[in-house]
């Protein structure tokens, strides 16, 4: 986490203690469809300390997701805030849910703006060098010890994507499959389209046990996503078939895995 010596912009909050920050998240990944690569999903585990012996708490977070998601930004680099150019805007939060320590953004980029495009291009082309940290204000921070301090209040107002996170935790943390647990999260009582995470998979009552999609289906989805390049490692069958609730495929479809990259 990167403290600044003093408030840059003041809103007569009343609150002297109140100091800009911008925290990289310590795991970190943008998920996007590459039917509708505008909408991307940031996973991040925000409870563990940086390189700097700071974290911020997940109920720091929780507190101000509501005013986050009225007002909040995405950007590129938190350049909008150094610069005081609009065009490092790419984009707006539209949900944030919370699993245990780890915090959930779904967001929206501005398809008319170029360093949006220029993140979506990225993607597409397999980048690995994406991080990200949140932005705000400290407002309450607690001392833990040994170098160790916790922010327990803060005002979140941007998350930003960058090529140079603080912690090099969140690099390389970019994938365009979503994983079980995040896709549940965003789903669960949020009203999100869990379709929308693979383009709008056909569902059935034919389900492979407990899984809502067809066999057909997931078999032709799995085979696409193969090809592609997006399925190449067993972290990466995991993830596809965790989230379609058909974990006990794995043994089967790792022979093809093998098969194709070995």
């Known amino acids: 986490m990167e403290n600044l010596k003093e408030c840059k912009v003041c809103v007569g909050c009343g609150d002297c203690t109140r100091i800009p920050f911008y925290a990289p998240f310590p795991t970190f990944m943008i998920k996007s469809d590459k039917k509708d690569p505008y909408t991307v999903y940031l996973e991040a585990s925000n409870e563990e300390f940086d390189t700097q012996g700071e974290t911020v708490l997940r ?9 986050y998601l009225r007002k909040g ?10 610069t005081g150019d609009p065009e490092f805007i790419i984009g707006e939060p539209q949900d944030v849910q919370f699993k245990k320590d780890t915090t ?3 967001g929206r980029l501005y398809k008319d703006v170029p360093k949006a495009k220029g993140i979506v291009s ?14 705000g204000f400290i407002r309450e921070k607690k001392n833990l010890g040994k170098a160790l301090a916790s922010v327990l209040k803060i005002i979140w107002d941007e998350t930003a994507i960058t090529y140079k996170p603080v912690n090099d935790r969140t690099r390389g943390k970019v ?18 389209d869990t379709a929308t995470f693979t383009g709008g998979r056909a569902i059935s009552s034919e389900s492979l046990q407990g899984s ?12 696409w996503r193969l090809e592609q390049g997006d399925i190449k490692t067993e972290d990466d069958l995991s993830d596809f078939l965790e989230y ?12 093809v895995l093998v098969g194709k990259y070995n």
């Open 59 to 67: 109920k720091a977070l929780e507190d101000e997701a509501e005013s």
């Open 73 to 82: 930004i995405l950007s590129w680099d938190h350049l909008h805030k150094l």
């Open 104 to 106: 959930f953004v779904k």
């Open 122 to 135: 990225l993607l597409k082309s397999g980048c690995t060098r994406l991080g990200a940290s949140i932005g």
């Open 175 to 192: 994938s365009l499959i979503p994983i079980g647990a995040f896709a549940k999260a965003l789903a669960a009582g949020s009203g999100v």
């Open 212 to 223: 809502t999609v067809k066999v057909d289906d997931l078999m032709g989805e799995f085979a």
């Open 244 to 255: 379609h609730n058909v974990p006990f495929l794995q043994g089967n479809l790792k022979k």
